[in-house]
């Protein structure tokens, strides 16, 4: 399974009803953009620290395979 697919599957497993596009952008930096009604009434803080919850165990360790998240866009679902 390649990474991208990995971050992808573990927000979706802490944010059920996520939609995750992942881009890879070299030497373990990312961009994400995560869209779900669970952002309802959230601010920008609060959305990126669920996101960012999700991903820690990813990112910690020497050998962690993400060293950054570069861009990280959270959106509610189009109507």
Known sequence: MSI???????IIEKITDAQVTVNNTG?????????????I????????KLV???IAPLMSGPNAPVHAIDNL???????
């Not at 991208?4 to 573990?10: A, P, S, V």
């Not at 009434?41 to 990126?48: G, P, S, T, V």
């Open 27 to 39: 030497q373990g930096h990312f961009s994400l953009v995560v869209t779900t009604p669970e952002f």
């Open 52 to 54: 960012m919850s999700a």
């Open 73 to 79: 866009i959270t959106m509610l679902p189009t109507p």
């Open 41 to 48: 009434e959230k601010n920008m803080l609060a959305r990126h």
């Open 4 to 10: 991208n697919q990995t971050i992808q599957d573990i």
